[in-house]
């Protein structure tokens, strides 16, 4: 076992063609193109290649490759010159290496608990990846580090709550509006996922994925940031994409941009949180030295890490709010015998 975390424990956790997204459909890819940069119709990758790699970039980065589609594409559109791309699971380094062509790209194993930069790199991109890191801090300085001063750090990923345990508030509101729409295209699925599925099927799932914007702002210069959303939408079409799937389908065509038009307005104005965000953030001079930085880095993330391994991949912020949510602080919620009143159910 690593020094660093008991995450190698976990069984190893496939990512592809398991479970259904909102962005397995085509509405859903064309309402976050919308919302992200550059024209209504242009995916961030085109856009990426336009306004920042033309003429491409010398040595890019890609963490947390997965199956390797990112930096296949990435060099198919000339991003760069040459990728550097890793992963944690071996399985899906030699996948990469079996897919990779004659693409100038370069995989190698890598953890991010212990991943130190080797090179320097002028493009450095995070999709969907970081938030599976529980040394955040840490990544983020190293990914700080190994950028040129002329480098962009690119970020496409998960923003949200940690561990996806959405706020009652919010939970309510999307069961409302799941209510709302006709039967057929109900989500069956607890809209706020068991804290305890997190912790034993991958402990490392959005494991700190609220703090990812303060960390890239506390390490890099941010030049552009679009607010995907999700906050609705993600949610409630988790395994839930079947009856959209028709594009004949009429009813569920208005209803699936209904309920995408909802999510825009309702992450602009803040009813529900950001689930998604596309960020371009440049070097930093001064990347990491800020005193909160400073603290996040050497002392809260370090203790928060120790303290978790010894609570089984559960952290104290996750306890308490879990505690205040079933009322367990209240004597009421509590026989003689001291037996809970009501069993919890979420
Ligand atoms: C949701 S997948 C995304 C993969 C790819 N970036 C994509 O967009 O398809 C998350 C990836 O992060 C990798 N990962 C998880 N924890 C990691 C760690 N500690 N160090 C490096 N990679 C990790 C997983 O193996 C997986 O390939």
């Keep these: 076992m690593s020094d660093q975390g ?90 990469c290496e079996q897919e990779r062509g004659d693409r100038p790209i370069s995989y190698f194993e890598s953890d991010f608990r212990s991943f130190v930069a080797t090179e ?61 729409m006709p039967e057929r295209f109900h989500s069956s699925s607890r809209l706020r996922p068991f804290l305890s599925a997190a912790i034993t099927g991958d402990p490392t799932e959005a494991v700190h994925a609220s ?31 079947a009856e959209f799937e028709d594009p004949a389908d009429e009813e569920a065509t208005e209803v699936l941009a209904a309920l995408l038009d909802q999510d825009a307005r309702e992450t602009d104005d803040g009813t529900v949180p950001v689930l998604f965000s596309f960020i371009v953030a440049g070097h930093r001079p001064d990347a990491g030295a800020s005193l909160t930085a400073r603290f996040d880095r050497l002392i809260r993330e370090p203790a928060r890490e120790a303290l978790a391994r010894r609570m089984k991949n559960l952290y104290l912020g996750q306890i308490t709010r879990w505690v205040r949510r079933h009322h367990l602080w209240d004597p009421r919620r509590w026989t003689r015998k001291g037996r809970m009143r009501h069993p919890i159910t979420n």
């Excluded at 919308?34 to 010398?58: A, M, Q, S």
Aim: proline share 5%.
């Design 120 to 180: 320097k790199y002028d493009l450095i991109v995070n999709h969907a990846a970081m938030h599976h890191a529980q040394y955040l801090y840490r990544l983020t300085d190293q990914l700080a580090k190994a950028l040129t001063p002329d480098g962009i750090f690119v970020h496409w990923e998960y923003v949200g709550p940690d561990r996806n345990q959405y706020a009652d508030g919010h939970v309510a509101h999307m069961e409302a509006v799941n209510r709302a």
């Design 211 to 241: 703090e990812i914007v303060r960390a890239i702002e506390q390490y890099f210069s941010v030049l552009e940031r679009h607010d995907i959303g999700g906050g609705l939408a993600y949610q409630m079409l988790w395994n839930n994409i």
């Design 6 to 95: 008991s995450a190698d424990l976990a069984p190893r956790v496939e990512y592809y063609d398991v479970d259904r997204f909102w962005n397995d459909l085509p509405a859903v890819v064309g309402h976050e193109t919308r919302r992200g940069p550059g024209e209504p119709d242009e995916w961030w990758t085109f856009y990426l290649k336009r306004v920042y790699c033309t003429p491409p970039r010398k040595r890019a980065l890609v963490i947390g490759c997965g199956n390797g589609w990112v930096e296949r594409h990435l060099a198919d559109i000339d991003v760069a010159e040459h990728f550097d791309a890793f992963d944690v699971d071996p399985a899906y380094v030699a996948a």
